[in-house]
């Protein structure tokens, strides 16, 4: 039984720091635990292990598909924050006010996303590149890719296919990604300059490359479950949902994720079944 689960996080994460040797022992069991000890302590571990993912796709879901929130853009293509952000901001942590933002969750799948950013000048900017644990797969920047910007294909695991001339190739961990641009900004008066660069960042499916103008997205929504803020604290929606990603998107080859896999199974979860 796991029913114990149903906590908060700071509840788990001090029961972790109890449990943490768990995580260093080769990960062999196909059997589902019998000891009820054994499967509270690997359900602790999972929902901090699951954590980043799920307070991740929790935001996915609910700026992209939640009927009950309005807004008018959804996966491969960008939320825009063309205003400097102010203390009234509660949409993220914003302890910042001189950039402008971009965000944008992209599903690989069916194809890679060419992202393209214009030539900046002297102007820095930053376009972390992260799967959907936070674990960044690029950093594009003034400093790496420098003031003449370029156009990098964003590829799911194992994607084999040829790019068009000009095209970096960016490998990512999972087949569902997200980034969030930022544009340095100098001011209200520099605002403008900084807004017509942000309009110039774009994402363009591999197959629309070279097309006068990119059709906007049309994704499934049954292929994304419904996940909110308060199922972050309900056990059952929580480990549902987290087995489902783990098919949805998964990070194959990782060390940390190939360890915790005979753990996942002893409590039955498994990216090839149900939980």
């Not at 029913?3 to 001090?14: E, M």
């Not at 641009?181 to 017509?196: C, S």
């Not at 994402?203 to 049954?222: F, H, I, M, N």
């Not at 996940?227 to 059952?236: V, Y």
Request: proline share 9%; hydrophobic share 40%; aromatic share 10%.
């Amino acid at each position: 039984m796991i029913t114990k689960c149903r906590t908060i996080p700071g509840l788990a994460i001090s029961l972790a720091l109890t449990l943490l040797p768990a995580w260093q022992t080769p990960a062999t069991a196909t059997e589902p635990a019998q000891d009820e000890n054994l499967a509270y302590a690997i359900g602790v571990q999972t929902y901090i292990s699951g954590f980043p993912l799920m307070d991740l796709y929790r935001t996915l879901w609910e700026t992209s598909f939640d009927p009950e929130r309005g807004h008018d853009r959804t996966l491969n293509e960008f939320f825009v924050f063309d205003r400097l952000i102010t203390s009234e901001d509660d949409w993220v942590i914003t302890p910042n006010n001189d950039t402008i933002y971009l965000r944008a969750f992209l599903d690989l799948r069916a194809e890679p996303i060419i992202l393209v950013i214009p030539p900046m000048g002297d102007r820095q900017y930053w376009v972390p590149v992260s799967d959907m644990r936070h674990d960044f797969d690029a950093n594009l920047s003034w400093d790496t890719v420098g003031a003449r910007g370029g156009a990098f294909a964003l590829c799911p695991p194992g994607w084999q296919g040829l790019l068009p001339e000009g095209v970096q190739r960016i490998d990512m961990s999972t087949p569902i990604i997200w980034t969030l641009p930022r544009i340095a900004v100098d001011g209200a008066a520099d605002l403008p300059a900084a807004v017509a660069l942000q309009k110039q960042i774009r994402l363009v499916p591999l197959s629309q490359w070279g097309a006068a103008e990119v059709t906007r997205p049309k994704p499934d929504p049954d292929d994304f479950p419904r996940f909110t803020r308060s199922e972050l604290t309900d056990a059952k929606a929580y480990f549902t949902t987290l087995n489902t990603l783990l098919r949805l998107s998964p990070r194959v080859g990782h060390p940390m994720d190939d360890a915790m896999a005979g753990w996942l199974r002893e409590i039955g979860m498994d990216p090839a079944t149900g939980f």
